[in-house]
């Protein structure tokens, strides 16, 4: 009887025999979490960052590339530091900040390395180099740094930051990690995927104290990274340069164009900033301090900003009078029955010299006569049905809606329709006598300054425009955004052009332009006097060149500069003479202007907190080595240029 | 024995070939365990574990021939002098042994090592064959008779709690699987396995919830049982087993907080969840599991295997030896291992039954509960199914003195199995 209990106890190893053989399989096969990627920590996956493209101006100039920086890692629990303050004074760093420092780094991982200070220059790890070497569990690692051409078109190319904590819980596919940089705005943020390249991966070997042992299976499985593709940009960074320079201590947009091909040859939002300010590791403390700034450097009024576009839209007015066929060339209006006053002017008997003069009486007809151009008695009714087809019309010139430029937060601007007016006054309580206003560029119209240079662009090529675009080729191969490529055409004939050309070359030969005039060159130029709520009106040009064969079109916003004349219209035309024969021949010009300040007249809303003065303190109290880039006092960022 | 026949007549190849492969594939990943892949040190070479072992299952081999030159009877007669001398070299131990690893339970000679510890199983093993060999003694009647049995194991336990080899000294609780064969009542080992049960479940829950567990399964008993079991006191038989299983569950508690040293209760917290410490006492467990898991189905490859090199995982040619077997060869490989060791504890329990004398069967299931307790606290440590003792896996760890003793103990039995045709039985 005893004999059967040999079946127990077979019964019994076998038993735990399955147990283990079902728990190994468990271990091994199905349980993913100690797959080799996921847990194993004798091989480690090492990412490799690809060099991030490189932007190229219009003549092959790099305008941003990289800069090879150290980044110095700690590893907590090796560090040893005696002297705690000789280490922060060869650093830079303040004892507090040390602290803090090391503190996330040890909350990170008490045995892996992580990153402690970023971007050191070359220079800066030459000379502490071998003092390091006193100081245990702190090393080196060769890391890039972006870097711009110098202080412009900070808001064009944007900055690259340290991706946020938003950020990584956003991404869709899961391709950045923390501590990744990521562009954050203008083309950096746009092209980041092009830009960005492919990460490599790496598979090495590593001891239990984390000592490099060879490539796991001879590299097999390793990728290698690939460098972000080069962006080709129209700009032209001499011009770009220029044009920066004559917006000093000002505020304003300067967006020029190429009429041919849409691409844009410069763009200036003042006041600026030196962008690489914020590629630093003193990201946060610069970025603030812009944020800060009343006169708001990190708005990108080119493409954000709304003006009213003043007299710069009789332009539009007349072309679309003219191909409506409710004026000819040589239409002829007085200042008589019109509600709107005009300065004192030669006669104004064609459209060429309406524009040349610049007329609102002559305007206000025009416009009149676009709205009540049906068979509608009902003047209410007219009216609306006027202003819609209106508003279809002047849509085609890519006003009131986003030109689809490769820039981050373009504004639509607003070109009121019926439904705007029925918002506000009610159905058919409202006529022509109520919106007059639009016919001048004035009321509820409101536009960028891009569309406007693109205004300028249509009417150099009679007609049509390309997308402005700031990157017109991306990787080696130049690749076209197909969408850059479209013609639109505004549906105004090329003959209807021309009477408002000649008008616009009278404005600059003899009329509101004409003491910017510039000899040699055949410009044709609006002035416009945008009237607003917050002190003097806004100075407005636009204008393009030479007229035959037009190469540059621009728009110029000068905030509270005056008419248009005095401000806008001068800095457009030595841009164009600057860019059409790189030399400039009004040197009396070209040097009060720059030394013009409109920056005064312009009323900021009352600073909460003495922020800036208070930042500027603090920073002087720290001992700065010569570590980081100098950072000027950022209230005289863009008074310098 | 018969003049002219060869010593390995009628012994069983079955048994002779599944050692024969463990020593192979075990003297293999000692190799693949300590091999560093800077240097490409040889298999032969002497500097290195694998290389030793190598030495080690030579002279493993001469012991082999001479025990199977050695008269079967031999064993029988001199099993209590065996054992006296192993409780010598033991007492002997305790005062001139050299310490390694914190346990003073090693004689050296010159180069080699040996530590009677290991060999206490061989010496226990024959000591209560050689008592049950008696046919007047029956565990199934005679509860006095279990005093001699409790002598044999307890004067080498406390020895060799003495010198801090509580691993070995565990070992001796495979001594159960025979007894219950030789026919110790049969809720004895069910009380054990219900009381480890008992044990790792207060350790997880609330005994609280426990103590009302076993209320609502006692009263369900009593409920369930025929009228004439629970007039025969059944009833009150039930009551009392379920107050005991409630003072046991209460008595744990207060056994881990109270009783217990910190270490100690660290590797039996660590076995249920061993990421309660990752960095501490769990760090082995945890660094097994991942070598032996990342192996996946077919095993990173001979030589590949990177966990169990570069020191993620302690001990590996020694303890954790089954980690290598796992990373380098995946479930494939330790499929493998498992199968043969089931098979081998089978096969000796099948060998056992059929001899013909009582000491020759007492033994062999000796034999095989000894493999089968290895077998199941090694390996089972290193998939984090029990707390991390230190006892090697027979024929596959490293080390001379474990397996000169597997050894010796495997192929005594095959010897006296051998001689079995010749044998009458007296039992």
């Known amino acids: 009887m005893l004999e059967n209990r040999r079946f127990v106890i077979i019964g019994f190893f076998a038993l735990i025999g399955f147990i283990y053989l079902f728990r190994l399989f468990y271990l091994q096969v199905l349980d993913e979490s100690y797959s080799i990627e996921s847990s194993s920590n004798s091989i480690k996956r090492v990412i490799e960052v690809p060099f991030r493209g490189q932007i190229y101006d219009r003549n092959g100039k790099l305008i941003v590339y990289n800069t090879p920086v150290y980044d110095l890692l700690v590893t907590p629990y090796k560090v040893k530091v005696d002297d705690t303050l000789r280490f922060c004074r060869v650093l830079g760093i303040e004892k507090r900040e040390f602290d803090s420092l090391i503190t996330a780094a040890g909350s990170y991982s008490r045995v892996k390395p992580s990153i402690f200070l970023r971007q050191l220059s070359k220079e800066d790890f030459a000379s502490i180099q071998d003092i390091m070497v006193d100081y245990s569990g702190f090393e080196f690692a060769k890391s890039s740094m972006r870097t711009y051409k110098g202080a412009t078109l900070a808001n064009t190319l944007g900055y690259v930051s340290e991706i946020s904590k938003k950020q990584l819980e956003k991404q869709e596919e899961p391709y950045y990690r923390q501590s990744d940089y990521i562009g954050q705005t203008g083309i950096e943020k746009i092209y980041e995927n092009e830009l960005r390249g492919k990460r490599g991966t790496k598979f090495v070997m590593q001891n239990v104290s984390g000592v490099y042992k060879g490539a796991w299976k001879g590299g097999e499985l390793d990728t290698m990274a690939v460098a972000g593709a080069n962006l080709y940009s129209g700009i032209d960074i001499d011009i770009q340069q220029y044009a920066d320079s004559l917006m000093m201590n000002k505020v304003g947009s300067i967006v020029a164009i190429e009429p041919k091909t849409g691409q844009i040859i410069s763009m200036v939002s003042a006041p600026t900033y030196d962008p690489n300010f914020l590629a630093t590791r003193h990201f946060s403390k610069n970025y603030t301090a812009l944020y800060r700034n009343p006169y708001k450097p990190l708005f990108n009024r080119p493409v954000m900003a709304s003006y009213r576009p003043g007299s710069t839209f009789k332009l539009i007015q007349a072309l679309i009078g003219l191909q409506e066929g409710v004026i000819t060339p040589h239409s002829g209006f007085t200042h008589a029955n019109c509600p709107i006053g005009c300065h004192n002017h030669p006669g104004t008997p064609t459209v060429a010299l309406g524009v040349t003069h610049s007329c609102n009486p002559y305007f206000y007809n025009v416009f009149r006569r676009i709205i009540y151009n049906n068979n509608i008695s009902n003047t209410f009714k007219a009216s609306a049905a006027g202003l819609d087809v209106w508003h279809d019309k002047i849509s085609k010139f890519g006003i009131g809606q986003q030109l689809g430029i490769d820039l981050p937060s373009e504004r639509k601007g607003n070109l009121p329709d019926k439904k705007y007016y029925d918002k506000i006054y009610g159905e058919n309580r409202w006529k022509f006598s109520n919106i007059y206003s639009l016919s001048i560029g004035e009321g509820e119209i409101l536009i960028t300054p891009l569309k406007m240079a693109n205004v300028a662009a249509i009417i150099a090529n009679r007609g049509y425009y390309y997308t402005p675009h700031v990157i017109h080729g991306v990787g080696e191969s130049k690749t076209v955004n197909p969408d850059f490529l479209i013609k639109h055409e505004t549906g105004v004939e090329p003959r209807n052009f021309e009477p408002v050309i000649e008008g616009m070359v009278g404005a600059v030969e003899g009329g509101t332009a004409r003491r910017s005039r510039v000899e040699g060159i055949t410009i044709a130029g609006k002035t416009g006097t945008s009237q607003n709520k917050r002190g003097m009106d806004h100075s407005i040009f636009i204008a393009f060149a030479p007229v035959d064969d037009p190469k540059i079109a621009i728009a110029v916003f000068v905030e509270n500069a005056g008419a248009g004349g005095s401000a806008a219209a001068p800095i457009a035309n030595l841009i164009i003479e600057k860019y059409l024969t790189r030399k400039i021949t009004n040197k009396a010009l070209e040097e009060r202007i720059m030394k013009a300040d409109f920056m005064k007249n312009v009323i900021l809303p009352p600073p909460s907190k003495p922020v800036v003065k208070d930042t500027i303190k603090r920073r002087q109290g720290i001992p700065m080595a010569p570590l980081e880039k100098p950072i000027p006092s950022e209230i005289n960022w863009f008074r310098k240029f | ?427």
């Open chain 2, 1 to 427: 024995m018969e003049e002219g026949k060869p010593i390995t007549k009628n012994v069983d190849w079955m048994v002779v070939l599944i050692y024969i492969a463990c020593l192979g594939i075990g003297w293999v990943n000692i190799y693949a365990a300590v091999y560093n892949p800077e240097t490409h040190s040889s298999i032969f070479d002497l500097s290195n574990n694998a290389g030793k072992q190598l030495m080690w299952i030579g002279t493993t081999f001469i012991l082999i021939i001479c025990i199977l030159v050695i008269d079967y009877k031999f064993y029988e007669t001199f099993s209590f002098i065996i054992y006296a001398i192993v409780i010598f070299l033991l007492v002997v131990v305790l005062f001139a042994g050299s310490n390694i690893n914190g346990s003073r339970s090693w004689i050296k000679f010159g180069p080699m090592s040996l530590q009677p510890a290991q060999f206490a199983n061989l010496a226990v093993s024959l000591a209560i064959s050689k008592y049950l060999s008696d046919p007047a003694i029956s565990l199934s009647r005679k509860l006095k008779d279990y005093y001699p049995i409790l002598g044999i194991i307890a004067l080498p336990s406390v020895l060799i709690l003495l010198s801090n080899e509580t691993g070995s000294m565990l070992v001796f609780a495979s001594f159960a699987i025979i007894l219950y064969r030789e026919g110790m009542p049969g809720f004895i080992p069910a009380i054990g396995i219900v009381s480890a049960a008992l044990l790792i479940i207060s350790l997880l829950y609330n005994s609280w919830y426990i103590a009302g567990a076993i209320i609502f399964i006692a009263g369900l008993v009593i409920w369930l049982m025929p009228v004439m079991t629970r007039r025969q006191g059944g009833l009150w038989a039930t009551i009392l087993v379920a107050l005991v299983m409630i003072s046991i569950a209460f008595g744990v508690d207060f056994f881990m907080n109270n009783v217990l040293q910190k270490h100690q209760r660290g590797r039996i917290m660590v076995l249920l969840d061993p990421d309660s410490d990752p960095r501490g006492i769990g760090w082995n467990v945890i660094q097994s599991k991942i070598a032996i898991g990342s192996g996946g189905f077919t095993g990173k490859g001979f030589l590949q295997g990177t966990q169990t090199k570069f020191d993620f995982v302690p001990e590996q040619s020694t303890d954790f030896i089954f980690c290598t077997v796992g990373e380098e060869h995946g479930f494939v490989g330790t499929a493998v291992v498992v199968s043969l060791f089931i098979l081998l504890i089978s096969r000796l329990v099948i060998l056992a039954e059929r001899q013909r004398s009582r000491f020759a069967r007492v033994y062999g299931y000796c034999v095989a509960g000894i493999f089968f307790f290895h077998f199941l606290v090694n390996v089972g440590m290193t998939i984090g199914l029990m707390p991390v003792i230190g006892i090697p896996l027979p024929f596959f760890s490293y080390g001379g003195s474990s397996l000169w003793s597997f050894s010796v103990l495997l192929f005594i039995f095959l010897k006296i199995d051998a001689q079995r045709p010749f044998t009458l039985s007296r039992g």
